[in-house]
């Protein structure tokens, strides 16, 4: 990986952290669509007039059925799932179920293409991370949890699929661009809900979290995130997920006292491990 390619992955692994912690603290105050509407729009209003200003727009032409697609799967319905899910679970835990983005993506391209040869390291992978989600479940999630994680798990698949679009449908338009669009696609949708669901009263912490989530995790994270992806391809971009679950574990657990459990202690080095290997390039045949 080159030394640009390095940057961007250490701040996208850095950026992605957060989210976990903000989207907890919003959805004390704001349900997921209000959420949705409050982290999209305001990106739209900054992200969409830069793109017509630099004329990237163009490069969208033709293009507009696999944008809308890429949105739905990538922005629109994971991030309400996700709000939706965090104000039963804890951020550390949505976290770690985002882990499972790279294993889900090896299964998925194994899928779409069934030619591929998946070498001894990515079944040793598969089988490390399968695993480690098992451990993790089994020991840290009770009863009517169950449900929550499995709207998590259809995140990660939304957020497998994301970037497969980015690279084979849109990788010749602007990051930019597609940024701009994406957001303000979402943020259209949700915004006859969360203008007349909107609170009349929100703490500063809310106001704060939903700036963060807006700016950083959103109008800058994908920008850099579609550089990412152009710099080193859709499968090893995903590989961020190792380290952001690490940071939004760690932010959980110093700034909302989440416990670090014994099956985040057991589950998540496994997942990780696995994850590593699934990604691996080695033993892979050309059409990988």
């Excluded at 996208?12 to 004390?28: E, K, N, Q, T």
């Excluded at 957001?183 to 912490?205: D, E, I, K, N, R």
């Amino acid at each position: 990986m080159s030394r640009r390619g390095w940057f961007l992955f250490i701040a996208m692994c850095l950026i992605w952290g957060i989210p976990y912690l903000c989207i907890r603290v919003a959805v004390r105050e704001l349900d997921p669509g209000c959420l949705v509407f409050a982290r999209t729009m305001p990106a739209a209003l900054v992200l969409l007039p830069l793109a017509w200003r630099r004329g990237t727009l163009s490069s969208l032409r033709g293009k507009m059925g696999w944008l809308l697609a890429y949105s739905v799967i990538e922005f629109g319905i994971p991030w309400f799932l996700m709000s939706t899910a965090e104000r039963h679970i804890s951020s550390s835990l949505a976290g770690l179920i985002i882990c499972t983005v790279p294993l889900i993506a090896v299964t998925i391209n194994k899928v779409i293409h069934p030619q591929q040869i998946i070498g001894p390291h990515r079944l040793v992978g598969l089988g490390l991370g399968t695993l480690g989600v098992a451990i993790l479940v089994g020991l840290d999630v009770r009863g009517s949890a169950a449900g929550w994680v499995g709207l998590m798990l259809l995140v990660a698949v939304g957020y497998s699929i994301g970037p497969m679009i980015l690279s084979y449908r849109l990788h010749e338009s602007s990051g930019l661009a597609v940024a701009a669009v994406s957001v303000t696609a979402v943020a259209v949708a949700y915004a006859p809900w969360g203008m007349t669901h909107w609170p009349s009263h929100l703490h500063p912490t809310t106001w704060l979290a939903c700036g963060v989530l807006t700016v950083i995790c959103t109008a800058v994270a994908f920008t850099l995130f579609f550089t990412l992806i152009q710099e080193v391809g859709p499968s090893r971009s995903v590989v961020v997920t190792y380290a952001n679950t690490g940071v939004a574990v760690l932010l959980g657990t110093v700034f909302l006292n989440e416990r670090l459990t014994v099956g985040i202690l057991v589950g998540f080095p496994l997942v990780v491990i696995g994850s590593y290997y699934a990604t691996s390039r080695r033993n892979v045949s050309p059409e990988a």
